[in-house]
C-alpha cells in the first residue's frame, strides 16, 4: 500500500516536537520535523506558559512536514494536563495560561479543603489531589477576581486550546478533563458539586470528547496563512501520559504488567476495569486518570527528572560551558552507589530552585545522610532516589489492585538513560521492558488512524507499535542490596 503519513505534536513540559508518522500498512516510522523549547515566563509576580508562541512553534512544525510530505491525513496534539485558558464571547484567548508551578494556586489547598475535605474531592473527582491540580488554580482565580476567569466563556484545557486557534472548534477532551479534578470519572460528567460549591461556572465546561474524534479540519485562515491543505484534526488522548498508556507495545500479554512513563514527571501507572475509589488509594497519594479508551487507569505522579533539570542549569551556569545529558550519567555512575537519596515528592524538589543542587545538599544534612558534593554523587543519589521511589510506588498498586505484577514496561524520554532503567529493575524487582522513547507520539498516532479509519482498535494499535519499535529489556541484580536500601528508603519516607 501506498504509506499514509500522519503528523503528531507532543508537547511536554520543557520542550515539544512535530513528528510525521509514517504508516506502510504494517509499521509505523517516527520522524521528527521539528522541535522547540517550552520555557515558561515569570511576569508580575506570575509564571506563565508562552501560548502564543507554542502556537507559532505548531504551525511551523505543520509547513515544515506538508513541505516533506504534501499528503497528511490528519493531526492531533497532546501535551502536559491540568493547564487550561479561556475564551471569552467573541472567542478569543483571555491572557497566557498560568503555569502549573505557579505559587498562587499551589498554596490554596487548605482553603479549598476547607470547602470540600480532601477525600470528599477525591472520590467526587476520582483523581489523586496535588497542589499544581486544575482545581486549585481555578479557585485561586476566583478568589483573585482574575480577570480572564471573570470574562471567560469557555475553558480550554492547553490541547483543546491548540486545537481550538486550528480549526475554530472549542471543545474539551476527556483524558485531560480528568485531570483537572473537576471531571467524576464515574459519572463520567463534570462534577456540579465540586463547581457549585467553589463558585465556578458551570457554562464554561463543555461535554467532552473521545479520543480518536474528528473535530474538523484547518479552518480558512491556517490553511491561508501557511499555505497548507485543509488537514483534518483528530483529537487524540491529549493528556501526554494517556497518549504515553496508549502507545505501550505490549510485549506479552499473557503476563500482568504496569507501566511507567518517565520524564520531567513519572506517572506509574496500571490499567483498571474503573476507578479505584478507596481510603487507602486515596491516602498514598494514588488517583484515577482517563485513558484513550473513556475509561480510566490507576496512577501516581512522581516529581522525577524536573530534579536533575534544574541540577543540570545550575551546573551548566556554573561551569559557563554546556554539561551534555550524557556527562551526568557517566559521572553518576562513577560516583559510589547508595551513599544518600532523597524523597524527590517533598514540595522542595518540586518548585524551580537556582540551586537544587544545594537543596539536596541540605535535605541530605538534615536527614543525617552523607552530603553528595560533587556532580556525579548528586546524580547517583537523584537517579537511584528514583528508582526506589518507583520501588516503592510499584509495590502500593500491587497492593491496591491485588494483582502481582510479572512485567514493568518503562516508556518515555526517561529511557534514554540505561543506568536508570537497570536501577528501577533492581529496585522494583520486576523485568524492565524499556522503550520506545516517542510513545506519547505513538499512543496520538494510533487515536489518530483509528479516528480516520485505519484501524479499529486499541490493541490493533498495540500490535503495530510492539511490531515497529525497539524495546530493550532489563533483568533485576543485586537484589540482596537493593531490598536493604529500599528498607533504608521506606524509613526516609517515614512509612
Known amino acids: 500500500m501506498r504509506a499514509k503519513h500522519y503528523l503528531v505534536f507532543d508537547l511536554g513540559a520543557s520542550n515539544g516536537r512535530a513528528v510525521a508518522a509514517h504508516f506502510d500498512g504494517s509499521r509505523i516510522e517516527l520522524e521528527e520535523v521539528h522541535r522547540f523549547d517550552n520555557r515558561p515566563v515569570y511576569a508580575t509576580g506570575t509564571w506563565f506558559w508562552d501560548a502564543l508562541r507554542l502556537f507559532s512553534e505548531v504551525k511551523i512544525g505543520i509547513q515544515k512536514a506538508v513541505k516533506l510530505h504534501p499528503r497528511i491525513e490528519s493531526l492531533g496534539i497532546d501535551t502536559w494536563g491540568v493547564d487550561f485558558g ?79 486557534l486550528l480549526t475554530g472548534e472549542a471543545v474539551n477532551e476527556y483524558a485531560n478533563a480528568t485531570t483537572t479534578a473537576m471531571y467524576n470519572q464515574t459519572e463520567k460528567r463534570w462534577e456540579t458539586r465540586i463547581l457549585d460549591r467553589l463558585g465556578i461556572p458551570q457554562h464554561l465546561f463543555a461535554e467532552p470528547v473521545l479520543p480518536g474524534t474528528c473535530i474538523g479540519a484547518l479552518q480558512e485562515s491556517v490553511c491561508r496563512e501557511l499555505e497548507v491543505p485543509a488537514i483534518p484534526v483528530v483529537v487524540p488522548a491529549t493528556h501526554d501520559s494517556a497518549s504515553a498508556e496508549a502507545g505501550i507495545p505490549v510485549t506479552d500479554t499473557s503476563k500482568r504488567w504496569a507501566w511507567l512513563s ?215 541484580r543485586d537484589r540482596d542490596r537493593w531490598e536493604e536500601a529500599g528498607r533504608r528508603y521506606l524509613k526516609l519516607l517515614g512509612v
Open 262 to 476: 518517565l520524564g520531567t514527571w513519572g506517572v506509574t501507572g496500571m490499567q483498571t476495569d474503573r476507578p479505584v475509589v478507596s481510603r487507602e488509594v486515596f491516602e498514598a497519594g494514588y488517583g484515577n486518570e482517563g485513558d484513550s479508551q473513556g475509561g480510566s487507569f490507576l496512577a501516581c505522579n512522581v516529581n522525577a527528572l524536573f530534579v536533575l533539570q534544574q541540577c543540570r542549569q545550575k551546573w551548566i551556569k556554573d561551569a559557563g560551558k554546556d554539561i551534555s545529558w550524557d556527562e551526568v550519567v557517566q559521572a553518576s555512575l562513577a560516583a559510589a552507589s547508595g551513599s544518600a537519596h532523597i524523597d524527590v515528592d517533598q514540595p522542595r524538589f518540586g518548585q524551580p530552585q537556582p540551586d537544587m543542587p544545594g537543596v539536596i545538599a541540605e535535605y541530605c544534612k538534615e536527614t543525617g545522610q552523607k552530603v553528595p558534593e560533587s556532580l556525579g554523587e548528586t546524580a547517583r543519589c537523584v537517579y537511584e532516589s528514583l528508582a526506589l521511589k518507583f520501588g516503592y510506588r510499584f509495590r502500593q498498586l500491587q497492593e491496591f489492585t491485588g494483582q502481582p505484577l510479572e512485567l514493568l514496561h518503562l516508556v518515555g524520554g526517561g529511557t534514554r538513560c540505561a543506568p536508570l532503567c537497570q536501577w528501577t529493575a533492581d529496585a522494583t524487582g520486576l523485568p524492565v521492558a524499556a522503550g520506545p522513547v516517542e510513545t506519547s507520539a505513538a499512543g496520538n498516532l494510533i487515536m489518530q488512524m483509528k479516528g480516520t479509519g485505519e484501524i479499529g482498535s486499541l490493541a490493533e494499535g498495540r500490535e503495530i507499535i510492539r511490531r515497529s519499535a525497539e524495546v530493550q529489556e532489563y533483568q533485576p
Open 86 to 164: 479561556f475564551l471569552d464571547d467573541k472567542g478569543q484567548l483571555l491572557g497566557n495560561p498560568v503555569h502549573y508551578r505557579n505559587e498562587r494556586g499551589n498554596g490554596l489547598t487548605g482553603e479549598v479543603f476547607k470547602i470540600i475535605p480532601p477525600y470528599e474531592l477525591f472520590s467526587l473527582s476520582g483523581i489523586f489531589l496535588i497542589s499544581i491540580m486544575s482545581v486549585f488554580h481555578m479557585y485561586g482565580m476566583k478568589l483573585d477576581g482574575y480577570s480572564p476567569f471573570v470574562h471567560g466563556r469557555r475553558f480550554l484545557m492547553m490541547p483543546d486550546l491548540f486545537h481550538y
